[in-house]
C-alpha cells in the first residue's frame, strides 16, 4: 500500500471500527489455502461472535473500495494464518488436518488494530493505528 492512502485509510476505518460491537472469538479448527500438493498459507479458523466479525469485515471493504484500492472479490473467511509455505520447496499439505477437532479458549475482542504487513526473510507486522471495539 503506497503510503499516501495510509492516512485516508486510517481516517476510513475508524468510523468502520465504532459501530463494531463486543464480540468473544476462539480458533476453531484450521485448513490451507491452496491444494495439498502446492499449499500457500496454513491457517486456524475463528468461531464464536463471527457475526459481528463478518459485520466489520464489510465495513472495511466498502471503506477500502472508497478509496479506490484494490478489495479481492470473495467471500469473507474469518481466519488466523498460522504460516506460508515457500513455493518450490516440500511442503506437507496435510498438516493442518489435525487441526479438525480443536477448539480454543474464548477471547474477548479489545481493539482493532491496522496493520502493515513487510514480508520476506525478515518478516514483520507494524501497527499503523488501533481503535477501542465495543
Known amino acids: 500500500m503506497p503510503d499516501p492512502v495510509v492516512p485516508d485509510l486510517v481516517a476510513a ?11 468473544t472469538l476462539r480458533l476453531a479448527g484450521g485448513g490451507r489455502f491452496g491444494p495439498a500438493r502446492r499449499p500457500q498459507v496454513a491457517w486456524a479458523g475463528v468461531d464464536g461472535d463471527v457475526g459481528p466479525l463478518t459485520g466489520l469485515a464489510a465495513r472495511l471493504t466498502a471503506a477500502a473500495r472508497g478509496l479506490g ?7 469473507f473467511r474469518p481466519h488466523l494464518t498460522l504460516g506460508r509455505w515457500r513455493p518450490g520447496r516440500p511442503a506437507d499439505g496435510t498438516l493442518t488436518d489435525r487441526l479438525a477437532g480443536y477448539r480454543g479458549p474464548d477471547w474477548p475482542v479489545a481493539e482493532l488494530r491496522l496493520e502493515r504487513s ?12 488501533a481503535w477501542p471495539v465495543g
Request: glycine letters at 6%; zero cysteines.
Open 69 to 75: 484500492l484494490p478489495v479481492e472479490d470473495r467471500p
Open 13 to 23: 476505518t475508524g468510523p468502520a471500527a465504532a459501530d463494531t460491537p463486543a464480540m
Open 118 to 129: 513487510r514480508l520476506g526473510a525478515d518478516a514483520r507486522y507494524v501497527t499503523l493505528s
